[in-house]
């Protein structure tokens, strides 16, 4: 199992550029999670979907950010147009089932998103 | 939504020494407490795991105790080594039976030779 996928590793952008985040859960996880990393606010969850289908999108900080999962081996996250404090990285990460009880997080690698 | 506070935010031990996390919660509903492990430059992997109806679960070096009355949970690292310096993180279900995790804020952990 190749594990959550993520891509790219590093995205150094200037200020007002549209920038996407790429995610291949791992296969047979049905719930997919977008989570930001930085010092000031730790881990945030910005969205989660179940079966391909967003169910809270309350950690999503503003219009500029949108995410879709159109199969369940695919997801994005979009970011237009970017700003200096969406510098962070971003996890993506996938479980097996619906409740967290019996199926733990797995995360990607990460994207390290630098906007000048 | 779910609170979740985690402490201490940094932490240095000597090698051989125990170090202990310690992360409060304010959702009595919660029957589910991760714990990840973070090393510099990589993803959050899971460690270890306990469910509300033990309470405590180790796993060789390393221990997960609950207290579900007073809603904190707690991990234990044993006999410290360079490899376990990293930041571990503590985790909550929103939901008792939800997957969305609500994370503390992080413990770097600093074991000194």
């Known amino acids: 199992d190749a594990g959550v996928i993520q891509s790219p590793r590093h995205e150094v952008t200037e200020m007002g550029q549209e920038v996407t985040l790429r995610c291949k859960p791992i296969?047979?996880?049905?719930?997919l999670f977008w989570y930001r990393q930085t010092m000031m606010r730790g881990l945030e969850l910005l969205i989660y979907?179940?079966?391909?289908?967003?169910?809270?999108d309350s950690g999503m900080p503003e219009d500029r950010f949108s995410a879709k999962m159109p199969n369940a081996s695919f997801s994005t996250l979009k970011i237009q147009p970017s700003e200096p404090r969406d510098s962070a990285v971003y996890f993506c990460?996938?479980?097996?089932?619906?409740?967290?009880?019996?199926?733990?997080?797995?995360f990607g690698n990460g994207t390290r998103l630098t906007v000048t | 939504g779910e609170n979740v506070e985690q402490h201490p935010s940094t932490l240095s031990v000597q090698e051989g020494d125990s170090a202990v996390i310690k992360c409060t919660y304010s959702?009595?509903?919660?029957?589910?407490f991760p714990w990840y492990k973070q090393e510099l430059g990589k993803r959050p992997q899971l460690i270890i795991d306990?469910?509300?109806?033990?309470g405590e679960k180790k796993d060789q070096r390393i221990a997960v105790t609950l207290n579900k009355t007073a809603k904190h949970f707690s991990l234990h690292i044993t006999e410290t080594q360079p490899e376990d310096s990293a930041v571990y993180f503590c985790?909550?279900?929103?939901?008792?039976?939800?997957?969305?995790?609500?994370f503390g804020g992080g413990t770097r952990v600093l074991v000194k030779p």
């Open positions: 990460a996938s479980s097996l089932g619906r409740s967290s009880y019996n199926s733990p997080l797995h």
């Open positions: 959702d009595s509903a919660s029957n589910y």
């Open positions: 306990i469910r509300s109806n033990v």
């Open positions: 296969s047979g996880h049905n719930s």
């Open positions: 985790a909550v279900p929103e939901q008792a039976a939800g997957n969305k995790l609500t």
């Open positions: 979907f179940n079966n391909n289908v967003p169910i809270d």
